[in-house]
C-alpha cells in the first residue's frame, strides 16, 4: 500500500520531530537508508515474487535502530565513552549484518550508558537521554536510546543487550516490548565492551519492539541458526501453562519496596490470566532472590570454568590506555575536571570491595547455582513466572544513584540464564509506563513469547506518549 521510501521518510521526519527533546538517536544514516529505500522499491517492482521475498528477506524495507555499543558500518562505536569518541565501526556486528541481510534498513545508532553499566542511559559524549512520556525521567540503561527511540514511535525494531537488565529496563520505562532471550543463542561478538570469561554466559542480545508479534520474527533473525535450540514453532496453549506469581524479592535490604501501582498491575494479570484462561497462577516465595543483588555482583566477578579472573571495569574505563583510578577520578568529577560519569567511577570503586570477601563471594557462587537448580525445577517445560520489572517507575533523572542496587530485579535472570519477555502493562496514574517480566525456563522463550502477545491484547500494550 505504501513504498518503503515512504516509509523510511515517515520515520526519519518522526525522528527529526522529536529526538531534539528526547535525545535518543545520537548519529543518523538517513541518506543511506534512503538509499536502501530505493533499492527494496525496485526489488518489490520487478519481484520475483511475494513468498520468495517473505522467505529471503522476512524484514524487508523496516525501519530498524541499533545500540551504539554495537558496531554498524560507518557509524560511532564509543558506548559512550571519552576517550573512544573517534572510533567508527568497520564491519556490522553479527546480529546487525543479519538484520541488514533480511532486508532490514537501520535509521542509525542509539545512546547508552558509559561502558553499557548503568541504568540511566548518560554520558560525556552524547548527553542525556529522556523519557518520552516525562522528559524528567530516565529510559533505563543500559539500551535506553532504543527504549525511548521505539516508544516515541521513531524506530519498529532495537537491537539491545542485557547483562543485568539492560533491554528489560529501557522496556519497562518506556511501555515497550523486550526481549532477554537463553542464554548463548544470539551471538553477541561485535559490540563494545563485549563479554570475556565467566561474563559471556550472562550477556544476552535480543530485541525490543513496540508490539509482541514483532518479537519473534526478529528472534529468530538474530539467532540464526542457533534459532534450532529454542521451541518457537511450538504451538502454545495457554490454559496448559503453569503460571507462578512473586511479587517482590522477600526484601533485600538493598532495594526499594516495590510500588504499590507495580503490584496492582501485577494482581490484574494474575486475576484476568484466572479468569480469562481458568488457569490458577501459583503464588510462591523463592528465598535466595531475596540476595538477587548479591548473587549478580558475586557471579558478575568470579571466575570462569578455567580459572580466568572477569575483567575489570577500571581497565575498561581506561580503554587500551592506564587503567582509571576510581578515587582520583572522583577528586576531579567534583571539580568537573573528569571525563567520566558518576555511576561509571561508582562502579569503579566498589568493583575493589567485591573481591574483599572472598569466602563470602563463594557462597553467594553457590547460592546463584542452587537457585538456578531452584528455578528450572519449578518451571519445568510449561511454567512461567510473573515477577516485578522493577521496584519502581521510571525514576527521575539522577535519582538510581541514591538507590543504586534496584536493578536487581532484572539482574538475576542473567546469571540464572533463563529467557525473559518484558511486557508493558498501560500506563499508570502518573501516566508513565506499567509492566511485568515474564520467565521461563531456558529454551522455553515460546512460551514467554506466546504470554506477552496474549497480555497485550487484554491490557493493550504499547500506548503512544503524550496520547492520553
Given amino acids: 500500500q505504501v513504498t518503503c521510501v515512504e516509509v523510511v521518510e515517515t520515520y526519519v521526519e518522526r525522528i527529526r520531530e522529536v529526538n531534539p527533546l528526547i535525545n535518543a538517536l545520537v548519529k543518523d544514516r538517513f541518506e543511506e537508508a534512503l538509499q536502501e529505500a530505493q533499492q527494496v522499491d525496485k526489488l518489490l517492482l520487478e519481484g520475483p515474487g511475494d513468498d520468495y521475498l517473505e522467505e529471503k528477506f522476512p524484514l524487508l524495507g523496516v525501519p530498524i535502530t541499533v545500540k551504539e555499543a554495537f558496531s554498524l558500518y560507518g557509524m560511532p562505536n564509543t558506548s559512550g565513552l571519552v576517550n573512544r569518541r573517534n572510533v567508527i565501526a568497520t564491519s556490522d556486528a553479527t546480529v546487525v549484518s543479519r538484520l541488514k541481510q533480511a532486508g ?7 545512546n547508552c550508558s558509559e561502558l553499557c553499566m548503568w541504568y540511566e542511559s548518560s554520558n560525556r559524549v552524547y548527553g542525556r537521554t529522556n523519557n518520552p512520556y516525562d522528559l524528567q525521567r530516565i529510559v533505563g540503561g543500559s ?7 521505539l516508544a516515541a514511535a521513531c524506530s519498529v525494531i532495537g537491537v539491545g543487550s542485557d547483562i543485568g537488565g ?37 550477556l544476552c542480545t535480543g530485541p525490543m519492539c513496540r508490539y509482541a508479534e514483532d518479537l519473534e520474527p526478529v528472534l529468530r533473525v538474530m539467532a540464526g541458526p542457533g534459532v534450532s535450540k529454542l521451541k518457537l514453532n511450538e504451538k502454545v496453549s495457554l490454559e496448559k501453562i503453569k503460571f507462578h506469581c512473586m511479587d517482590h524479592d522477600g526484601g533485600s535490604i538493598f532495594v526499594s519496596p516495590v510500588d504499590k501501582e507495580i503490584l496492582q498491575a501485577q494482581k490484574k494479570v494474575v486475576e484476568h490470566l484466572e479468569s480469562d484462561l481458568g488457569v490458577r497462577v501459583q503464588r510462591v516465595a523463592i528465598h535466595k532472590m531475596k540476595y538477587s543483588f548479591q548473587i549478580w555482583s558475586a557471579m558478575m566477578s568470579s571466575k570462569d570454568s578455567e580459572g580466568q579472573e572477569a575483567q575489570r571495569f577500571t ?41 574483599l570477601n572472598l569466602s563470602g563471594k563463594a557462597k553467594l557462587v553457590s547460592m546463584g547455582k542452587s537457585l538456578q537448580e531452584e528455578m528450572e525445577a519449578l518451571l519445568g517445560p510449561d511454567g512461567v513466572l510473573l515477577y516485578p520489572s522493577h521496584p519502581t517507575i521510571a525514576p527521575k533523572h539522577h535519582s538510581p544513584i541514591c538507590m543504586p542496587f534496584n536493578f536487581a530485579y532484572t539482574a538475576i535472570f542473567n546469571v540464572l540464564g533463563l529467557p525473559v519477555t518484558q511486557c508493558p502493562l498501560g500506563l499508570g496514574s502518573e501516566g508513565l509506563p506499567l509492566g511485568i517480566q515474564l520467565v521461563a525456563a531456558t529454551y522455553n522463550d515460546h512460551l514467554t513469547l506466546a504470554v506477552a502477545r496474549y497480555l497485550e491484547k487484554a491490557f493493550g500494550g504499547w500506548v503512544l506518549p ?3
Fill in 315 to 355: 581497565d575498561l574505563l581506561g580503554d587500551h590506555g592506564k587503567p582509571v583510578w576510581p578515587l582520583w577520578e572522583l577528586m576531579k568529577w567534583l571539580v568537573g575536571m573528569s571525563s567520566h560519569t558518576l555511576p561509571a567511577i561508582a562502579l569503579g570503586l566498589t568493583e575493589k570491595l567485591v573481591n
Fill in 466 to 468: 503524550g496520547k492520553v
Fill in 166 to 202: 539492560s533491554i528489560r529496563m529501557p522496556a519497562f520505562f518506556n511501555g515497550v516490548f523486550g526481549h532477554k532471550p537463553t542464554t548463548g543463542v544470539v551471538p553477541n561478538d561485535g559490540q563494545f565492551p563485549n563479554a570475556h570469561g565467566v561474563r559471556t554466559s550472562y
Fill in 104 to 110: 532490514a534498513i537501520p535509521l542509525g545508532v542509539t
Fill in 143 to 149: 539500551s535506553g536510546g532504543e527504549g525511548s527511540v
